[in-house]
């Protein structure tokens, strides 16, 4: 089975400070991972995804995430925060079978203070 | 770019009353979803479908139905709706091909029902 847990449901930076958005995921066999935004009103974007290529995955917008098997882990990081990162971001795990379904985080709320 | 697209982004409907939500997608996926959205609790996966005229249901099919006749259309239908049916509703869809994983799944920009 598998499952993701989001360890922070509000997350709050100041612009221009870093952001650290953490997941932990828990796969019987090497997941597929993926960080979705969601801005107000909206539907969800990928921001990025891991399906197992390079550990360091970049995404859209400044955003990366690293695969730490070892931890497993898949935390969601931006070296500057901006204003329009206020969002709520979602972890999510599959696995590598078209037929796998999504499993979502519950998501963590960002919060960006000028 | 793939586009999906919803019928409406709000919907306000009385208890009892039968509910469709349509979303249509542009870029011939075969595979096709249903979530609600609920605070605290994440999306949580009603109904998918890999293919015209096949459904299966999701974690939470209790309440709803679905219909697909077409490849580019998912219905989601409320047969008798009620008020814990009141939610977020987005609608997905992924592309598949033999031998190969593409389980990114692209949103619609969701339906708000509240059920009065």
């Known amino acids: 089975a598998q499952s993701v847990t989001q360890l922070d449901s509000h997350v709050s930076v100041s612009e221009g400070t870093p952001v650290l958005l953490r997941c932990n995921y828990s796969s019987s066999y090497s997941p597929s991972l993926f960080w979705y935004v969601q801005h107000p009103n909206k539907g969800l974007q990928l921001l990025l995804k891991?399906?197992?290529?390079?550990?360091l995955v970049k995404g859209i917008n400044g955003f990366e995430a690293e695969f730490k098997k070892s931890e497993t882990s898949f935390h969601l990081t931006k070296p500057s925060a901006h204003m329009s990162d206020a969002a709520e971001y979602f972890c999510?795990?599959?696995?590598?079978?078209?037929?796998?379904?999504?499993?979502f985080g519950t998501g963590t709320r960002l919060q960006v203070f000028p | 770019d793939v586009k999906v697209t919803q019928s409406s982004r709000y919907l306000v409907k009385r208890t009892g009353e039968k509910v469709f939500l349509e979303c249509v997608q542009d870029m011939d996926h075969e595979n096709m979803f249903w979530y609600r959205q609920d605070p605290g609790l994440g999306l949580r996966l009603i109904y998918f479908s890999y293919d015209v005229k096949m459904k299966e249901k999701g974690d939470i099919p209790e309440g709803y139905s679905v219909s697909r006749e077409k490849k580019e259309r998912f219905s989601l239908i409320l047969e008798s709706a009620s008020t814990n049916q009141t939610s977020m509703y987005l609608c997905?869809?992924?592309?598949?091909?033999?031998?190969?994983?593409?389980?990114?799944?692209?949103f619609g920009p969701g339906t708000r029902l509240t059920v009065l």
């Open positions: 891991y399906t197992s290529a390079a550990t």
């Open positions: 997905a869809s992924s592309l598949y091909r033999d031998g190969l994983v593409y389980n990114e799944q692209f």
């Open positions: 999510v795990v599959s696995g590598v079978h078209n037929t796998d379904k999504l499993i």
